[in-house]
Structure formats: structure tokens, C-alpha cells
């Protein structure tokens, strides 16, 4: 089984929207729960200047309680506006990275990879 991270394919000046959540390698308690958890989704191009930014803060990222044996979800949207100007050339080496921070200060990257801007057909 991959475990690597998905490849991100956004397209220009559409609604990319996706859910993920986070379990340990505890068999015993597998279930994270996000209470007072901040959360930050950042695409940067190869040269680290940021094309897109999704946040608790902004509204763009939801964490959804779950009951208590479940990991809460964190659901991200990345809206049309966040791409509309950009090009798939603005892109060159882009990746992204989704980091939880917790009330303690404890800072966590829990996904990242590879992200690609399409132009798109319509």
C-alpha cells in the first residue's frame, strides 16, 4: 500500500475542497482529537512565495468534531478567488503543506506534497 501524500491538481478559479484526518500508530487509542486546535493549509511555489493560504483563522479550514473513538476532520476549502489570477507557470515546483497547532504550542505537519495549478478547458 502507497502511503506517500496525494499530488494536489487545482483548477484555475475553481472550489478544490477536501477532508482529511489524522489518526496515531496507537492501536489502542488511534483517535486525534483537534479541541482548540488551529490549522493552516499553504501552497508555495519553488521559490517559497505563497499562492495560496487557507486557515482556521480565514474560515477556509473547518475542523469537525467526531464522536470520541473517531479523529476529528479537518476539512479545507480553497475558494475560486485563490487561483483566479494565477497561472500553472506560477506554479513551477509548487507543494503544499496542512500544519495543526495545538493550545499547548505544539506544532504538527501532518500532510504535504507535490501541488499543481491546471489552466483548464472551459
Known amino acids: 500500500m502507497d502511503n506517500s501524500p496525494p499530488d494536489l491538481r487545482i483548477g484555475r478559479g475553481t472550489t478544490?475542497?477536501?477532508?482529511?484526518?489524522?489518526m496515531t500508530d496507537d492501536p489502542d487509542n488511534p483517535a486525534v482529537k483537534l479541541d482548540g486546535c488551529?490549522?493552516?493549509?499553504?501552497?508555495?511555489?519553488g521559490n517559497g512565495t505563497r499562492r495560496v493560504e487557507c486557515s482556521t483563522a480565514n474560515g477556509l479550514i473547518r475542523i469537525i468534531p467526531k464522536p470520541d473513538d473517531e479523529s476529528d476532520v479537518i476539512e479545507t476549502t480553497i475558494t475560486p478567488a485563490l487561483t483566479e489570477g494565477q497561472l500553472p507557470s506560477d506554479w513551477q515546483g509548487a507543494h503544499y503543506e496542512l500544519k495543526i497547532t495545538f493550545p499547548?504550542?505544539?506544532?504538527?505537519?501532518?500532510?504535504?506534497?507535490?501541488?499543481?495549478?491546471?489552466?483548464?478547458?472551459?
Open 16 to 22: 478544490f475542497r477536501f477532508e482529511t484526518s489524522w
Open 104 to 122: 499547548s504550542g505544539d506544532v504538527y505537519s501532518i500532510l504535504r506534497g507535490a501541488a499543481l495549478l491546471l489552466k483548464g478547458a472551459a
Open 38 to 45: 488551529t490549522a493552516v493549509f499553504a501552497v508555495a511555489d
